[in-house]
């Protein structure tokens, strides 16, 4: 067999981790990637759901395939087809918990396209669905994906909807994709999932699993470094942060999502933690991890949010001092409790919130980068250039250039002088290997 397939993904690393998934089962049978969807056989669509205009592009991006590649097979996977099956006119349709159906539809479509017969009804799984080693990359750093699904229904969110409740991958297999990418040259491991802290919480164990599980990543030849994807400060206990401590390979960068820095607005999200909690899970970080970076998530614009709801949330942020801070404007999500609660904040007024918001994150984004100035710090190498030149990130994730005379290569572990910025990034010399 020697189909073309083309991939097209939306969304987060977790849909472009999947991407590479499918990628690799669809490689095993004898596909052939192809960078020119209008030869492709196959035209792979991985949808996204997050906001209202993410389903409105993964729509968008199903129609284009058809007048792309008129000829191809097109599949509609992941949230958006979750929720929308119907919304799409894609000759194969996988949700989130039935992809392991995608190969075998598409095989079977192939070898009956003619016979006009149609892909069977999908059910609906519960297990985690194991996708073997993946060969997912970004340069350097490998994505390991360890737990599907929430259960946490935030008010704004479909993820519970779409992807379904919390399961957890088997440790065994874990530990054998990071065998495989370390034994490749991979040095530095994100360890992600859509609610990355309820790592087996469906075996009514608590976030110490993933401690745990750190641990034995921690302990695979070859692993030098180990990031956290996204964490919820409720799931940050003392027991969680010593183990973090107490675990050399992990990165002092945490993802922590905020979402408000406004207890009202938290309350009406649906978040299970307040600003006092917060603070206090950043504290015990910082005592643990002096230097750590922290970087969030926030929404403007959450239905009722006041201008001084929004002040507040503004000055916690800047209390906090993260290094950045992804914003985004609220947008209703359809399904969910916030699409229909009342005192939807004007569009104006949101993105003027968002751009205020943005602007804080800038200014201690650059404030960050500065205090490292005179500083030391570890570099994992991504990409060199024939010059001399290089670029990677230090542990505490803020990206690091430089030059030097004698050649360096992807995937060296180097310290650095940081001799200056470029506003958000370093600047620096190699001073060791
Ligand atoms: S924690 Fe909230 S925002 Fe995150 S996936 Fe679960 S429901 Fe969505």
Redesign the pocket.
Known sequence: MDYLVYFLTLGCKVNSYETAAIGKLLADEGFRETEDPSQADVYIVNTCAVTGEADRKSRQMVRKARRVAPSAIVVAMGCHTQMCREETDADIVVGTDDRPKLVPLLLEKLKIRASGKTPEDLDAGTRFFEYGSVPYQENTRAIVKVEDG?????S?????YS?GRVRSRSREAIREEIRVMADKGYREFVITG??LCSFEKELGRDSTALGELLDEVASIPGVERIRLG?L?PSCMTEELIAMLKANTKICPHFHL?L?SGSDSVLSRM???YDTVLFRKVTEKLKEAFPNASFTTDMICGFPGESEEEHRESCAFAEEIGFTHIHVFPFSPREGTKAQKMPDQVDGAVKSRRTSELRAISDKMEKARARSFVGSEVEVLVEKTGEDGSWEGYCREYIRVFGKTESPVDPGQIMTVRITETDGFDLIGERTSY
Do not use: A, L
Request: charged share 20%; glycine share 0%.
């Open positions: 929430c259960n946490n229904f935030c704004y969110c479909i993820i519970p992807r859509i609610h996204s919820e999502s979402q649906n978040r299970k």
